[in-house]
């Protein structure tokens, strides 16, 4: 067998969670993902986009970390956690998804914007990678040739 591979870009999304939210997904508790109502927005906005997590035969495929987000709230800003001058740590969700780079920028931007649009911060953390590749599936022998050409 040999591994095809795709030109994709890389949307990454950082998520406020509650302490007690990050300590049941970092025990592996699953269920965490449907009680915690931003993750399930998250989540539901990202089953929405046929076009985001594709690879073939696995549909909405993401890749999730969890971690801390640090920042300090200057004048002007309207936090939604922390206050004005003070040092803020808050429990974070990193979700990660890929998809096609050949989609079409107006299609990218209104995923986006949705994100943005339910997003509890006031700026939220996302990034969007240029094009990489990822392996999207094993060939059997029989295309390696056609594969090469």
């Not at 998520?15 to 699953?30: H, N, Q, V, Y």
């Not at 109502?37 to 690879?55: K, M, N, R, T, V």
Request: hydrophobic share 40%; aromatic share 10%; proline share 6%.
């Amino acid at each position: 067998m040999k591994i095809a591979m795709k030109s994709v870009r890389k949307l990454r999304v950082h998520w406020p969670i509650a302490s007690e939210t990050f300590s049941r997904l970092a025990r592996g508790d699953a269920e965490a993902f449907k009680d915690e109502a931003g993750i399930a927005a998250l989540l539901q906005a990202s089953s929405e986009s046929p076009d985001l997590g594709d690879f073939g035969n696995y549909r909405h495929v993401f890749e999730s970390g969890l971690g801390f987000e640090g920042f300090t709230c200057s004048e002007g800003a309207n936090p939604t956690l922390g206050q004005v001058g003070q040092r803020t740590i808050s429990p974070t969700f990193v979700f990660t998804t890929y998809f096609d780079a050949a989609l079409p920028d107006a299609a990218v931007e209104r995923f986006l914007q949705h994100i943005v649009d339910i997003h509890p911060w006031e700026v939220p953390v996302i990034e969007l990678t240029g094009p990489v590749s990822v392996s999207s599936a094993t060939l059997p022998a029989v295309f390696e040739s056609e594969a090469a050409s």
